[in-house]
């Protein structure tokens, strides 16, 4: 993993400000390394200016100026004129996760649909919140305020409107009865549950294709966003181990036994740790036959 990339999410991510194209557009360095980010922040640059006039011409054409009628004004731009439209087919796809390709294909899957929305958005002078939904990345306008939630938005639905009854059936549809909903589901995140969000997303397609290096490269990304995740100091040791990289997996895995250790252990956890000691013993075994 290049330190330059693990420097430049970092930064990213907890740096000034509410934007989210720099840290996509560094994520999406690990699949086109050779990316130009400033060429496609000037192009959200130059949405952003269009989608203003068209929601200022729109508002000297009926003279209502209320959030709603904006937001059908903005989507009337990204998604009549633009034609950005959610990738049913090819969901899986890696290219869904890269914010360039995106812009370049105007397809995505739920979470890059809506960091389109809003990084054009904010461009065009709208207060649009990442809403980490199980399941199906949405985003809300905070307004009118006689709404607790604002105004539910589905960026991968042709910025479809969701009443509170929508997104129950949603997260039913998504997750099933494995979380009961609840409003606080409905609530702003933050730009680095969003960047973790994207990273999880792409790591979890990557192991899907067995493309482990890859995979590997975005769990240290993760781990230098949330640096105390065991889960994914695991799963770095994991996937070294399946890339036969015996040091860095004996490492990882040897200190992701040690920590996890200290806290309580349910019967499946158990079990695991069982099975990640079994591939430590092996790796101990690789190590002294070299000696």
């Known amino acids: 993993m290049r330190k330059d990339l693990v420097d430049a999410l970092v930064s990213a991510a907890n740096g000034p400000g509410i934007g989210l194209a720099q840290a996509a557009l560094v994520i999406a360095q690990i699949e086109y390394p050779r990316l130009d980010a400033q060429a496609y922040l000037a192009r959200l640059d130059a949405m952003g200016e269009a989608a203003r006039r068209r929601i ?3 508002i000297e054409e009926t003279g209502n100026t209320s959030p ?3 937001i059908a004004a903005f989507n009337a731009y990204l998604f009549d004129d ?3 439209v959610g990738n049913r ?19 995505g899957i739920p979470i890059t649909l809506s960091v389109v929305y809003m990084e054009v958005g904010l461009r065009a002078g709208l207060q649009v919140d990442g809403v980490n939904f199980p399941g199906h990345f949405l985003v809300r306008l905070p307004e009118p305020k006689s709404r607790a939630s604002g105004l539910i938005i589905d960026p991968f639905h042709a910025g479809a409107m969701l009443s509170e009854h929508d997104c129950r059936l949603l997260l039913q549809k998504h997750v099933g009865s494995e979380v009961a ?17 994207m990273l999880l997303n792409l790591k979890r397609i990557y192991v899907h294709m067995r493309s482990f290096p890859q995979a590997r490269d975005v ?15 695991r799963d770095r040791g994991l996937l070294a181990y399946h890339l ?16 996890a250790s200290m806290g309580e252990m349910d019967k499946e956890t158990r079990a695991e740790h069982l099975q990640i000691w079994e591939h430590v013993k092996t790796l101990r075994r690789r190590v002294a036959s070299l000696n």
């Open 56 to 58: 200022c011409r729109h």
């Open 68 to 70: 709603l009628s904006c």
């Open 82 to 84: 633009q034609r950005f």
């Open 89 to 107: 087919d090819h969901y899986e796809d890696p290219r869904n996760s890269c914010l360039n390709e995106v812009l370049d294909r105007r397809t």
């Open 181 to 197: 909903f609840s409003r606080a589901l409905l609530a702003p995140a933050t730009r680095p549950q969003i960047v973790v969000r």
């Open 219 to 233: 769990t240290e990304l993760l781990l230098a966003v949330t640096p105390s995740a065991l889960s994914e100091l």
């Open 244 to 259: 036969n990289d015996v040091t860095s997996a004996l490492r990882d895995l040897q200190t992701y036994l040690k920590l």
